[in-house]
T-cell receptor, first 112, second 116 residues
């Protein structure tokens, strides 16, 4: 079945440093979504990428979708303490099912 | 954005008892809802897809007789953990959404189940 691998599992940075997490799917995706989960909270939708090679920005966050629609990345520039949390990518296959397959998540901690 | 609620937010039960968790879409209709389980510091694992008016579709390895899902209306899906055991202790999260315009899923706040 479809698998989504995400690395790194953990990332600790100094405030102000950049951060990147990467996702790789075993199969071609119809779209990929990114979620953020704060400690003790539930996943909150950040963005979805649908088109091959798509790049979207949200302030300090840059999301990319690979040309083959199998990989994606999230890059945060100049991290702030409010960026702390676990970032998940989640892919939807091209078979038409709505279900999301989540990556393992990258837990970001920041030293102020 | 759309709101999904879950009830209860946390529950403690004794081993062998059953627990029902409700998932409601508050301001939209959801023909499909999803149930996930999340262990501490781990990812969300899809348990089943709940379809309004029909049987749920369970993921491989999820016991359908243990995790009963009912989606009786377009705004309510329930997950019942039957004969709960300590290993069923987890964070259970539902989601709904996904339209022709957006694939976005809206997640409920989750239910933390502790089985003693």
């Amino acid at each position: 079945g479809q698998q989504v691998m995400q690395i790194p599992q953990y990332q600790h940075v100094q405030e102000g440093e950049d951060f990147t997490t990467y996702c790789n799917s075993s199969t071609t995706l119809s779209n990929i979504q990114w979620y953020k989960q704060r400690p003790g909270g539930h996943p909150v939708f950040l963005i979805q990428l649908v088109k091959s090679g798509e790049v979207k920005k949200q302030k300090r966050l840059t999301f990319q979708f690979g040309e083959a629609k199998k990989n994606s990345s999230l890059h945060i520039t100049a991290t702030q303490t409010t960026d702390v949390g676990t970032y998940f990518c989640a892919g939807q296959g091209i078979q038409g099912a709505q279900k999301l397959v989540f990556g393992q998540g990258t837990r970001l901690t920041i030293n102020p | 954005g759309a709101v999904v609620s879950q009830h209860p937010s946390w529950v403690i039960c004794k081993s062998g008892t059953s627990v029902k968790i409700e998932c409601r879409s508050l301001d939209f209709q959801a023909t499909t809802m999803f149930w996930y389980r999340q262990f501490p510091k781990q990812s969300l694992m899809l348990m089943a897809t709940s379809n309004e008016g029909s049987k749920a579709t369970y993921e491989q390895g999820v016991e359908k007789d243990k995790f009963l899902i009912n989606h009786a209306s377009l705004t309510l899906s329930t997950l019942t953990v039957t004969s709960a055991h300590p290993e069923d202790s987890s964070f259970y999260i539902c989601s709904a959404g996904g339209t022709a315009e957006s694939y976005e899923q809206y997640f409920g706040p989750g239910t933390r189940l502790t089985v003693t």
